[in-house]
């Protein structure tokens, strides 16, 4: 697909910084991750500025040639306040993604159009720097089109981000306790890995959740819920401190109250932050599974129940196909139902992958059959 409207350089000569030239950044990663839908489903994709005038147009070329007739055009300015509602003038206004059907826009040459839009977000300080929109009959504006757009307009912010425009944050080189990684729980500090016992885990798990400090009493009834005397409590706290003691870079233990005496990442609350920024690939990248599958500690148990439903609900809702069937490789996902039907919706059909996701429907139908 060739980029017929993709303007050169910076459309309003205000040099390599400004906005136009920022999103021009975006467009390879945006065509590589949606050209083959437009092709295959007739769409339109397009890149509009912040003042949600379109800075790059292109897909189905017949498509094109239908949107061109209402305008929908390189240049063209598509605020609400121009062309009344539309996606992506909605999405620059709002800052949130946006389908709108057919009649939903005003004006009535527009009506047999369909479209989704997502802001484009600039991935330090959360400005609005556009939007990314797809047009198109019925298809555009589904459910499934709409999650893809969402993960196309998030892997965007990334490629701003790996561009240099502008850069994030130092990374973080504080310890990190891995819970989701399907392993042992252990730290990690820099490039080193230290295994911890489960209950040494669900003690820094704790207190990384409880930063003010917690007392004896109160982490027995948090971690233990036997009814564990405040000795054997205490005596454990000791000798994860001392544990704390051999790990360069892992914060320390103090008592009265017990608390860290520095940060400590937890890869579980990670995943929940990426998931709450759109970066599914990055969410997966951190969580393979639960360590601590048999715990009792409240906290755990909620930390790694939330985690896990939240990296769900993500996947059937906004997840690209490709991410969605990096999700079914997961252990808990083998017997996921409902997920391994979205990957079947979600697939283009004449995906190679479709085979596998239909065989492995059939061995879960059959188990179910023969457990009935």
């Not at 479209?115 to 019925?138: F, H, I, K, Y």
């Amino acid at each position: 697909m060739r980029h017929k409207s993709r303007p050169r350089g910076c459309a309003c000569g205000c040099g390599p910084g400004c906005v136009h030239a920022r999103l021009a950044d975006a467009i390879p990663l945006v065509s590589s991750l949606l050209c083959s839908t437009a092709r295959d489903e007739g769409l339109v994709i397009a890149i509009a500025d912040r003042e949600a005038r379109l800075h790059y147009v292109d897909g189905d070329s017949r498509a094109r040639s239908r949107a061109e007739s209402i305008g929908f055009t390189a240049g063209a300015n598509w605020s609400e306040a121009q062309v009344g509602t539309n996606a992506p003038g909605r999405a620059v206004a709002r800052g949130e993604a946006v389908s709108i059907h057919r009649e939903e826009h005003t004006r009535p040459d527009v009506h047999p159009f369909s479209c989704s839009a997502a802001p484009l977000v600039d991935p330090v300080t959360g400005e609005v720097l556009g939007a990314l929109d797809v047009t198109g009959g019925d298809a555009a504006a589904d459910r499934r089109t709409l999650a893809l757009v969402q993960a196309t307009a998030a892997a965007a912010a990334r490629e701003l981000r790996l561009a240099g425009v502008p850069v994030g944050p130092p990374p973080h080189t504080s310890a990190r306790l891995r819970l989701v990684h399907h392993g042992r729980p252990c730290i990690e500090t820099g490039t080193a890995t230290h295994a911890l016992t489960d209950r040494h885990a669900e003690l820094l798990a704790t207190l990384a959740l409880e930063p003010q400090g917690l007392s004896a009493d109160e982490i027995g009834a948090l971690v233990y819920p036997d009814g564990t005397p405040p000795a054997t409590i205490r005596g454990e706290l000791l000798r994860l401190r001392r544990r704390l003691d051999t790990i360069p870079g892992a914060p320390n233990l103090e008592s009265r109250p017990y608390r860290l005496t520095g940060p400590l990442l937890i890869d579980a609350v990670q995943v929940t932050e990426h998931l709450r920024r759109g970066e599914h690939d990055e969410a997966l990248e951190l969580y393979r599974g639960a360590s601590l599958t048999h715990s009792e500690a409240e906290p755990v148990v909620d930390l790694l129940r939330s985690t896990s439903g939240s990296l769900r609900e993500a996947m059937l809702s906004d997840a690209t196909p490709e991410t969605l069937l990096r999700y079914l490789d997961l252990p808990e996902a083998a017997d996921d139902v409902e997920s391994w039907h979205m990957a079947l919706t979600v697939l283009p059909p004449r995906a190679p992958q479709r085979a596998i996701v239909l065989t492995h429907l059939e061995q879960l139908d059959t188990r179910l059959r023969q457990a009935n």
